[in-house]
């Protein structure tokens, strides 16, 4: 996934799944990863899953959780 290397990725759905693992697997190449989900709890604990990496906000907007 090097070809992302200092780029920034949007992804939706990301609280859960498949998205959540390639959240984790961008964060970990050093991509900038803004996260979006509508289950704001999942999406909220996503900075701590990657306490390591540099995330910003938690989580996009959204109803629900």
Do not use: H, W, Y
Not at 29 to 41: C, T
Not at 42 to 55: I, S, T, Y
């Amino acid at each position: 996934m090097n070809q992302l290397m200092s780029k920034t990725a949007m992804v939706t759905g990301a609280a859960a799944g498949i998205r959540r693992t390639n959240v984790r697997r961008m964060a970990e190449e050093d991509v900038k990863v803004a996260v979006f989900d509508m289950l704001l709890v999942g999406c909220a604990a996503l900075p701590a899953d990657l306490a390591d990496k540099e995330m910003g906000s938690p989580c996009g907007a959204g109803q629900g959780g």
